[in-house]
Nanobody, 116 residues
């Protein structure tokens, strides 16, 4: 099993910044991909950004140029730096890990609220 513990969510004004962290523990198995998804009320969960253990990244078009995903493989931790936040970024953000055996694990979610 894999446990994912997220931190860093909160309330911020439009134009502000937040940094999310997600620490993974357990049977992680490399190579793997870690990422962030988000789900706003009444909407489907969507990919925000992902990063492989080799450092390749992928971003949703809506966050390109504003969000940066990074990871520390030694700490099994992934980060999401969110700048120039917009009210439409308001959602519950979930950490995700897909391990070398293609099993997928989710964190409990952290709320990000951007006020206008």
């Amino acid at each position: 099993q894999v446990q994912l513990v997220e931190s860093g969510g909160g309330l911020v004004q439009a134009g502000g910044s937040l940094r999310l962290s997600c620490a993974a523990s357990g049977s992680i198995f490399s190579p793997n991909t870690m990422g962030w998804y988000r789900q706003a009320p009444g909407k489907q969960r969507e990919l925000v950004a992902s990063i492989t253990s080799g450092g390749s990244t992928n971003y949703a078009d809506s966050v390109k140029g504003r969000f940066t995903i990074s990871r520390d493989n030694a700490k099994n931790t992934v980060y999401l730096q969110m700048n120039s936040l917009k009210p439409e970024d308001t959602a519950v953000y979930y950490c995700n890990l897909r391990n070398a055996y293609f099993r997928v694990f989710w964190g409990q979610g952290t709320q990000v609220t951007v006020s206008s």
